[in-house]
């Protein structure tokens, strides 16, 4: 190829997001996409929709609602992650976000998720496994970090003092 380009390829410094919109149709293309994040239509048609299958907008989504531009491209990738996951089914993924939302302490995804995990198929049981098997997981962080931690400080402690 030496020092000449072939069209196509990417300019030096460049990724392959600016060369999308190198192109006219790309530039169309990528001009329409940030008029519909910031499209209040768009964000309400989707605040709709989540209320439809939730019976509510949670407390982050509401405020998030307050800017379209934000709050519309959250929801889309959220709808993409949660309700079409590429290899596990939906109950598994809403199993998935149990676990985290219980490993990072948030009570308010917690019983979004549970909830919706019933929705999708989970049984009482499967939840309890699943906030067991975070839990294990949780406390085998915390030992690791504690215990790394007390065995820094018992090396300090019993070393032996130069003198």
Do not use: W
């Not at 060369?19 to 006219?24: A, H, I, K, S, W």
């Not at 959220?78 to 809403?94: N, S």
């Not at 400080?153 to 130069?162: F, I, R």
């Amino acid at each position: 190829m030496g020092a000449e380009r072939k069209k196509g390829f990417f300019k030096k410094g460049q990724d392959k997001i600016s060369q999308v919109g190198e192109t006219e149709d790309g530039r169309s293309l990528l001009r329409k996409a940030k008029n519909l994040m910031s499209n209040e239509k768009l964000a309400e048609a989707i605040a709709d929709a989540v209320v439809k299958n939730r019976g509510e907008l949670g407390y982050v989504l509401k405020v998030l609602k307050e800017r379209p531009r934000t709050f519309t491209p959250y929801l889309l990738k959220g709808m993409a992650v949660y309700k079409k996951p590429k290899a596990l089914d939906k109950k598994t993924a809403e199993l998935v976000a149990i676990s985290a939302a219980a490993s990072l302490h948030c009570e308010h995804c917690l019983e979004a998720h549970m909830m919706q995990a019933i929705a999708e198929g989970a049984t009482l049981d499967e939840i309890m496994d699943t906030l067991l098997v975070a839990g294990m997981i949780a406390e085998s962080s915390l030992y690791s970090v504690a215990f790394r931690k007390y065995k820094q400080l018992e090396g300090k402690l019993l070393k032996p003092h130069c003198l």
